[in-house]
């Protein structure tokens, strides 16, 4: 599958923290995905008058690791909170895995930026992890023994178990994250939107965070991720995303991740990693 542009730029068509998790970075073999996980059509969003997105489609194909980039103010963040039904657009629609995003269907786990997080409310690190598990519980059920080890387990994969009585606010912010990783892997979505997993973190964190990514992906789930540094989507991402309110490019890294492509995000602001061909 190729990857798509909204222009002719480029060559569009496109630690040791858990014992289970590689603390490789190498690039894994890009799927070849068949079906739209997300499918976003004629999408513009607007603050009053400023149009922060204009007229974006956008196929996210299930089973990848997609990065979303783009210079601050391009509508990144908007992108993930109109998946969710967050702003309500001016026109277009966003399905997820063919039907309209509802928080009922449990298809979408969400990870927000680190900043927009009250970390002052009182409660320990496993039970903002038992949060995940809520939606399969219904208004009436407490969460009881299998969700506790559900949530236990999802400390595991993070490398967090060791700090699951302590109180969220008392954590580095690197353990924070680590922390709505979990609780996103307890949720056990089809789909996961990430914004800034990455913002803040140690090198530790960073790498234990893309370790589980890479074993979302590896299970065959979605994974949409907001991220700033260039210098590591090609080692990180087998699909990317370049946005500055319109849609630039979408695809493979390899294919639309091209000096041509962040130039036209980026404008003169582009730094081009020295990995990426012209």
């Known amino acids: 599958m190729t990857g798509t542009s909204n222009n002719t730029r480029g060559t569009d068509s496109g630690s040791g923290l858990s014992p289970s998790l590689s603390l490789t970075l190498s690039p894994s073999p890009a799927p070849c995905p068949t079906s739209g996980a997300i499918e976003i059509h004629d999408l513009t969003v607007a603050y009053g008058e400023k149009p922060v997105l ?3 489609d956008l196929t996210v194909p299930a089973g990848v690791l997609m990065a979303v980039v783009g210079p601050n103010g391009a ?5 993930i909170k109109a998946m969710l039904g967050l702003v309500r657009p001016i026109s277009g629609e966003v399905l997820v895995l063919g039907k309209p995003y509802s928080p009922r269907s449990l298809t979408v786990a969400y990870v927000p930026q680190r900043g927009t997080v009250d970390w002052d409310f009182p409660t320990t ?3 903002v992890v ?9 208004w009436f059920r407490r969460p009881g023994v299998k969700e506790r080890a559900e949530a236990a ?21 690197g353990q924070q994250q680590r ?5 996103a892997l307890a949720q056990d979505a089809s789909v996961y939107l990430m914004d800034e997993p990455f913002q803040g973190v140690d090198a530790v964190t ?5 370790d589980v990514l890479r074993d979302l992906r590896a299970r065959g789930r979605t994974v949409l991720v907001v991220h700033h540094d260039l210098q590591t989507v090609p080692e990180y991402f087998d699909w990317a995303t370049l ?9 493979r890294t390899a294919e639309v991740f091209t000096a041509e492509n962040l130039r036209a995000a980026y404008g003169d602001r582009a730094v081009i990693p020295a990995a990426v061909t012209s």
């Open 54 to 56: 204009w007229d974006v």
């Open 153 to 173: 387990a999802a400390l595991g994969r993070v490398g967090m178990e060791d700090f699951a009585g302590r109180q969220i606010g008392q954590l580095s912010g």
């Open 130 to 138: 038992i949060m995940g598990t809520y939606g399969r519980l219904g």
């Open 179 to 183: 922390v709505f990783l979990a609780r």
């Open 243 to 251: 946005l500055n309110v319109r849609k630039i490019a979408t695809g």
């Open 206 to 210: 960073e790498r234990a965070i893309v």
């Open 75 to 79: 509508g990144k963040t908007t992108l």
């Open 125 to 127: 690190v496993l039970d």
